[in-house]
């Protein structure tokens, strides 16, 4: 059973920079895409950012996109978001998630993930 673990959250003040991981053990278990998700108190789960297992990366924000990068490396099975120009309104813990199916276009909707992480918590300050 393929497990994920986030780590890379942490408080800063608005207009800091955080870059979070997230691993897959064991580290030759395959998945297809992957995603970050975000959930901050009192609201929806919402989708981040994707990115297929050919490292294409797709944000569903405009917001985020200009702000955010996310990354793969199939060598250490781990995915990564970048995370500059933080807002308050960017307050939640973030989530990694992975499919193990492959699909021909990455879902951003979180019942087309199988497997998640514990969460990563990030707060930002005014």
């Known amino acids: 059973q393929v497990q994920l673990a986030e780590s890379g959250g942490d408080s800063v003040q608005a207009g800091g920079s955080l870059r979070l991981s997230c691993t897959a053990s064991?580290?030759?278990?395959?998945?297809?895409?992957m995603a970050w998700f975000r959930q901050a108190p009192g609201k929806e789960r919402e989708v981040v950012a994707t990115?297929?297992?050919?490292?294409?990366?797709?944000f569903y924000s405009d917001s985020m996109k200009d702000r955010f990068t996310i990354s793969r490396d199939h060598a250490s099975s781990s995915i990564y978001l970048q995370l500059n120009s933080l807002k308050p309104e960017d307050t939640a813990m973030y989530y990694c998630?992975?499919?193990?199916?492959?699909?021909?276009?990455?879902?951003?909707?979180?019942?087309?993930?199988?497997?998640w992480g514990q969460g990563t918590q990030v707060t930002v300050s005014p």
């Open positions: 998630a992975a499919d193990r199916t492959f699909r021909p276009r990455c879902g951003d909707e979180d019942t087309a993930y199988q497997i």
């Open positions: 064991p580290a030759d278990y395959r998945t297809y895409c």
């Open positions: 990115i297929s297992i050919a490292g294409v990366g797709l």
